[in-house]
């Protein structure tokens, strides 16, 4: 395998990037992993993990990459899917395909999951409403 130089050896540990607000969505926090960097914008990964409970959820998009998947790691979420309603729970692992329309609307107070995309500047589109979305689940 021949050294490629457009990406990079990259290691961050937990204590080097915290996690922040200002991220695609308020509700929730995020956590850079250093991949955005390393392979030049190709690919992002980061921590996702709940910030507040959920009033509104996603709304319903859709995004402009090639691949994304989400790794829960705690907690749980739902989904809806086109229109298909989803339960992800800790160990789950959801391919989401290319422009699949979907709506995050509940999820769990310990909620976290890993999120990798490609490329790392994936663009959210809104989209019309599918179907009606469940209520969310009050935390109390």
């Known amino acids: 395998m ?11 540990k937990p204590e080097q990037t915290g996690y922040v607000s200002g991220g ?10 250093g991949v955005a960097a390393a392979t030049q914008g190709k690919v992002i990964a980061h921590l996702v993990k709940a910030n507040m409970a959920p009033e ?5 998009h859709r995004h402009e990459a090639e691949f ?3 790794i829960m790691l705690k907690g749980w979420a739902r989904f809806m ?9 800790a160990g789950d692992c959801v391919h989401q395909r290319p422009g699949i329309r979907h709506f995050l609307f509940d999820y769990s107070p310990d909620m976290e999951y890993l999120e990798i995309v490609s490329p790392a500047d994936f663009k959210t589109i809104d989209v019309e409403p599918v179907c009606p979305i469940p209520d969310p689940t009050p935390w109390n």
């Open 24 to 33: 695609l969505r308020d509700f929730f926090l995020y956590r850079d992993l």
């Open 2 to 12: 021949s050294e490629t130089a457009d990406t990079l050896f990259s290691h961050v």
């Open 56 to 60: 509104k959820g996603t709304g319903w």
């Open 81 to 89: 899917y086109d229109d298909q309603e989803t339960l992800v729970e």
């Open 68 to 70: 994304q998947i989400v």
